[in-house]
């Protein structure tokens, strides 16, 4: 096939097997209607489908706390003084309580690699029955899907180079970069992260918060029993629906705070760039601006405390 034909049908197929690689891996919209709300939706499961192992750790902090295992003392989680016996706990429980061996932060809980590994055991048993409902890709299938498609994608390519070479045709750039960016474009789509969800899965979280955005927690059960209801609600909102509740002030301004910390520092950051890169002498100990046009003020408003500040503006 002539060059400038072949590369047309090259991009035809490129564009078909990623675009096929990518319903495969999402699922057919068509039948997602399917993503029926259980009358009694398991927390663990929901919030493994949500977030993963970092999602299921905060549902089992929380109901450790109310059980009276975990408490939140100088923001840090840490294990109560007076715990009961471990042999009420969950396995999942009891694995989140061990790793907890010293007082931690929402950083920790949210980012241990340690914690994540020991819950993922326990969470296996969600992840296939999230996978059989056809919420949640396996990452085996991913890699499966995306390695075919790749094959038939690189496969092809790798003949038509062979050929144009073997033929004294060295004009094949286009087609190598086709190739290359064909496969980086298949690459972040059958990659685990971006095709953990199918549709099916998407609509069904959307269900979720659909059916139970009215839902509130039970501020009047006694503090050592967990609350079904709180525990789902953090499995499909995360903490936001527990924001306006004292009994869980601890634990969610916990979150909050770090996250607000990350932010400040960010603009902090940002923000402090942007003053080194500025042409002019502005300063926060300065009460004015001293741009190099305005000599004759900088001597008034920059005083001793400016210093070297000003330097700038003396010439």
Same mark, same amino acid.
């Given at each position: 096939?002539?060059?400038?034909?072949?590369?047309?049908?090259?991009?035809?197929?490129?564009?078909?097997?990623?675009?096929? *690689?990518?319903?495969?891996?999402?699922?057919?919209?068509?039948?997602?209607?399917?993503? =029926?709300?259980?009358?009694?939706?398991?927390?663990?499961?929901?919030?493994?489908?949500?977030?993963?192992? &970092?999602?299921?750790?905060?549902?089992?902090?929380?109901?450790?706390?109310?059980?009276?295992?975990?408490?939140?003392?100088?923001?840090?989680?840490? !294990?109560?003084?007076?715990?009961?016996?471990?042999?009420?706990?969950?396995?999942?429980?009891?694995?989140?309580?061990?790793?907890?061996?010293?007082?931690?932060?929402?950083?920790?809980?949210?980012?241990?690699?340690?914690?994540?590994?020991?819950?993922?055991?326990?969470?296996?048993?969600?992840?296939?029955?999230?996978?059989?409902?056809?919420?949640?890709?396996?990452?085996?299938?991913?890699?499966?899907?995306?390695?075919? +498609?790749?094959?038939?994608?690189?496969?092809?390519? +790798?003949?038509?180079?062979?050929?144009?070479?073997?033929?004294?045709?060295?004009?094949?750039?286009?087609?190598?970069?086709?190739?290359?960016?064909?496969?980086?474009?298949?690459?972040?789509?059958?990659?685990?992260?971006?095709?953990?969800?199918?549709?099916?899965?998407?609509?069904?979280?959307?269900?979720?918060?659909?059916?139970?955005?009215?839902? &509130?927690?039970?501020?009047?059960?006694?503090?050592? =029993?967990?609350?079904?209801?709180?525990?789902?609600?953090?499995?499909?909102?995360?903490?936001?629906?527990?924001?306006?509740?004292?009994?869980?002030?601890?634990?969610?301004?916990?979150?909050?705070?770090?996250? &607000?910390?990350?932010?400040?520092?960010?603009? +902090?950051? !940002?923000?402090?760039?942007?003053?080194?890169?500025?042409?002019?002498?502005? &300063?926060?100990?300065?009460?004015?601006?001293?741009?190099?046009?305005?000599?004759?003020?900088?001597?008034?408003?920059?005083?001793?405390?400016?210093?070297?500040? *000003?330097?700038?503006?003396?010439?």
């Amino acid at each position: 096939m002539y060059g400038p034909y072949f590369l047309l049908f090259y991009g035809l197929v490129i564009l078909f097997t990623v675009m096929g *690689c990518k319903f495969i891996l999402q699922g057919n919209s068509f039948n997602s209607a399917s993503a =029926e709300i259980p009358s009694q939706p398991d927390p663990y499961e929901i919030a493994y489908l949500r977030g993963k192992e &970092t999602a299921v750790a905060k549902v089992v902090c929380l109901e450790l706390m109310q059980k009276g295992f975990v408490r939140v003392k100088n923001s840090r989680i840490e !294990r109560s003084p007076d715990f009961y016996n471990l042999s009420r706990l969950k396995p999942i429980e009891k694995t989140f309580f061990n790793w907890l061996d010293h007082p931690s932060t929402a950083s920790d809980l949210k980012y241990s690699a340690e914690l994540k590994n020991a819950i993922a055991e326990s969470c296996q048993t969600y992840k296939q029955s999230l996978v059989n409902s056809g919420y949640l890709n396996s990452a085996q299938k991913s890699y499966l899907v995306g390695g075919i +498609s790749a094959f038939i994608i690189l496969g092809l390519g +790798s003949y038509k180079l062979i050929s144009a070479l073997s033929r004294g045709h060295y004009n094949v750039m286009f087609l190598i970069m086709m190739a290359i960016a064909a496969t980086i474009w298949l690459g972040y789509i059958s990659s685990p992260l971006y095709s953990r969800l199918t549709i099916k899965g998407k609509l069904y979280l959307d269900n979720l918060k659909q059916t139970f955005s009215g839902l &509130t927690s039970n501020l009047t059960i006694p503090p050592t =029993e967990p609350d079904y209801n709180t525990s789902l609600l953090v499995a499909i909102f995360d903490l936001d629906k527990l924001t306006a509740s004292n009994n869980y002030k601890d634990f969610v301004n916990l979150f909050i705070a770090q996250s &607000t910390y990350t932010y400040s520092s960010s603009r +902090s950051s !940002r923000t402090s760039s942007s003053y080194s890169g500025s042409s002019g002498c502005t &300063t926060f100990s300065c009460g004015s601006s001293c741009s190099s046009s305005s000599s004759s003020s900088c001597g008034s408003s920059c005083g001793s405390s400016c210093g070297g500040g *000003c330097g700038g503006c003396g010439g």
